[in-house]
């Protein structure tokens, strides 16, 4: 791959990289640096990514494995539950938060590493199933089967809130 | 039974394609919304803002670059060189009284001053461009010294413990 082909194919998923990373690190600054990491490594084997088929899952997938090992490196790698914890807002702080689409990040970011991953792959970057399979390295009936399990409890959690917010006002 | 309830359903158990799916959060974010789907709107509202995030301007490098003496040093050291060597090669004062321009002797004050001045700022360009390595190898070298120091401390703790 020439410096051509390596700008058009992977600098310009800078963006996208970022958005990733930081789902996956929670943290800005973070992103930004896995995004350069990603890209000085990519860079540095750019005469093998001509022989990958689909080079947009390749990046997905380089990008979540390190920030996976930033993660264990840091040790801020906690055991990921299969169950999602909600805490329940308090009238009070009911009262001052109605801002939805922060509740709806909020929740997204709650999900199992996994099923948030794969949430945001399909409906912020809108990847195929078979994309997101080989970028995960798992099947594409275990993407389709979290994705349903993220997408249920996102909608559990808005109704969840919308009710809250009726019964308040 | 609207025709967006059936992709509804579908949508949340992970049965829509992806082109249903880009159909539903048009109508979703459009004015058309039905009342019923209306709690929808948040949810593909964070989508859609996420969607159009991009990475920030990585503001910390210049800062970065104003406190390192090093940096300073050889920035400021390129730049007084690059306007010696313009005042040496374009001295008017002197008994020559002519500039050398790509290999030719140009008479002309103005013309002679305004490649100058275009010389210094391409030189000023690649200090710029070069400054980025440098501060670069200063990390390296604080991560290098914060290493060390870790592995002395390790070191004492061993004997310590013999």
């Known amino acids: 791959m020439d410096s051509k082909q390596f700008k058009a194919q ?24 896995a995004v350069q990491d990603l890209n000085l490594k990519l860079w540095e084997k750019r005469d093998q990514l001509g022989d990958v088929e689909n080079i947009r899952a390749f990046v997905y997938k380089s990008m979540r494995n390190l ?22 807002p308090d009238p009070h702080q009911h009262t001052e938060n109605r801002d939805m689409v922060a509740k709806v990040k909020m929740v997204i970011e709650k999900l199992p590493e996994l099923q948030r991953t ?52 | ?22 159909e539903l959060k ?15 709107i948040p949810l593909f509202g964070f989508y859609q803002a996420e969607t159009e995030r991009t990475i920030p301007e990585k503001k910390v490098r210049k800062s970065k670059i104003k406190n390192n003496r090093y940096v300073k040093w050889v920035a400021y050291t390129g ?9 040496t090669l374009f001295n008017f004062n002197d008994s020559k009284d002519y500039a050398v321009i790509y290999g030719q002797k140009v008479n002309n004050e103005e013309y002679a001053q305004k490649m100058a001045v275009e010389k210094m700022n391409k ?13 670069s190898i200063g990390r390296v070298k604080a991560t290098i010294r914060t290493q060390k120091a870790n592995m002395e401390r390790t070191k004492e703790l061993i004997q310590s413990t013999k």
């Open chain 1, 10 to 33: 992977i600098l310009e998923l800078k963006d996208k990289m970022y958005r990733f990373a930081d789902s996956i690190l929670c943290n800005s600054d973070a992103a930004m640096d």
């Open chain 1, 67 to 88: 920030c996976l090992d930033k993660l264990r490196q840091k040790k801020q790698f906690t055991e990921i539950s299969n169950e999602v914890f909600y805490d329940e």
């Open chain 1, 118 to 169: 794969i949430i945001r792959m399909r409906d912020v970057d809108g990847m195929e199933i078979g994309e997101i399979s080989f970028a995960l390295s798992i099947t594409e009936n275990a993407v389709s089967v979290n994705l349903s399990r993220a997408r249920q409890k996102v909608r559990e959690q808005i109704l969840k809130e919308q009710k809250m917010i009726e019964a308040y006002e």
């Open chain 2, 1 to 22: 039974m609207n025709k967006f309830d059936d992709i509804i359903e579908r949508y949340f158990k992970g049965e829509t394609t992806l082109s249903e799916e880009n």
């Open chain 2, 26 to 40: 048009k109508y979703i974010l459009s004015s058309d919304v039905k009342q019923n789907h209306k709690h929808l």
């Open chain 2, 79 to 87: 730049i007084a060189a690059s306007v010696m060597l313009a005042v």
């Open chain 2, 123 to 135: 030189v000023n360009k690649i200090l710029e461009r070069n400054l980025e390595p440098i501060e």
